[in-house]
């Protein structure tokens, strides 16, 4: 999408959207728009893995510009259309006759229509973010997001629902084809989305105002048309949840299992048990405990058969330390993952919250440097956070971690000579207002 459409676009629907509003007659119809541009500076002294002696540390500024609008029509249709721009300060020209950031793109466009009383479709690209975004997520920590291209239909009756989900891709532009030749069916995950085509079912029952259990059943199909005698290989996960919350005191439970056979075509056995439990000390201060573990393979395995929990598409920033060691685009062997953790947060006034979460991380799986048995203690991790309301529609978050790492961990992680004390500092202003609202 050229960035000179934007304005253009703009001007438009504000001009076509007070006309309509001129007309009281029939307001079954709104429109809003709202604007996001939000800047995160970041010190990474190790961050998403240790840096070795000599390695330097990385400093710089990236930033999202996001314009969402959405349209309905009484509750028959809803549309969403939102496009962002991500980039890094710098790589951009101060005369831009091309943009190497790549442009506008489109982060979410869907029509979203109303079939019956209790039953409705979204269709076109979206977010898929379930439960506690475990598993799926909208993976709002980093600066572009996640969505897939998906058909939804969700079921709602009383204090149940139900939604499913299916996608089928191409990826026609890795053998010089595009929609316009489309020549049998070709897919590979290069620059595109990592599966083939997806099936997902969530049951949802909420057990009060507070509590509910879920269930999710979800099939993925991977394919890579690139190599020789393609196949596909379909993952499956099923898994249930549970999260309550009764006066000071909340709680959750998850568990997961992973079976059928990963991308590579390597059969899986997998699972992933998650709990927590916590409590509202005072007024401002709140406490949890819990523990999630993720199954691994030992680094000496030698059968065929894969005892590594995938967590897919969740938001791992999360859960598994601010720092994304783990399951964040970095190997770590697949060794799975205990991750032990406490973590407060206050609100120490109506605009400053204050947040702290530490982590003691174990491997899943056993550990071997050739035949030296390591340690599975991989570390701690120490994350403090702040969050401050500057005024309506404008914040400031920022936040301090450091990492202490063993042998174990640098060995997983390929870095020798690492120091054991590793750190990353960032803030970020997030200005969003909503800068039209009309009805017509």
Known sequence: MKTYYLPLLSIFLLSHSQILAQDS??????????????????????????????????????????????????????????????????????????????????????????????????????????????????????????????LAVEWNKNNTSVITYAAFNQNYKNNNLNVNNPIGQFFTPTDAQPYQHLQLIHFKHQLSKTSYFSILLNNLGY?????????????????????????????HFSSYYQMGKNAQGTKKSAYLLSGSLGYQVAKPLNISIGADYLSGDDTNKTDNISNSFDPLYGTHHKFYGFMDYFYVGNAHKNVGLLDTHVKLSAKVSPSLNLGLNTHL?????????????????????????????????????????FFLNTESLRYLKNKSTANPYQDWFWVSLNVNPQILKTKF
């Open 361 to 401: 991380f174990y491997s899943g799986a056993n550990i071997y440097n050739n035949d030296k048995k390591l340690s599975s203690y991989l570390g701690n991790e120490w994350d403090f956070t702040f969050g401050y309301n500057v005024m309506p529609n404008v914040s400031i978050v920022g936040g301090y971690s």
């Open 25 to 150: 007659s029939n307001k079954d119809n709104t429109f809003d728009m709202s604007l996001q541009i939000r800047p995160r500076t970041e010190y990474r002294n190790g961050a998403y893995t240790p840096l070795n002696q000599g390695e330097q540390n990385a400093f710089l500024t990236h930033n999202r510009t996001r314009l969402s609008m959405n349209y309905s029509n009484k509750d028959l249709l809803k549309v969403k259309f939102s496009v962002q721009n991500i980039n890094i300060w710098g790589q951009a020209n101060q005369v831009q006759t091309v943009d190497p950031t790549g442009g506008m793109s489109i982060y979410e466009a869907y029509a979203d229509l109303k079939l019956s009383e209790n039953l409705r479709t979204r269709v076109g690209r979206q977010m898929i973010a379930l439960d506690d975004d475990r598993i799926f997520g909208s993976l709002d920590w980093h600066p572009a997001g996640r969505s897939h291209d998906a």
């Open 223 to 251: 394919r890579n048309d690139l190599l020789p005698d393609a196949k596909t290989h379909n993952l499956q996960t099923l898994g249930m949840n549970y999260f309550g919350k009764k006066n000071a005191w909340n709680g």
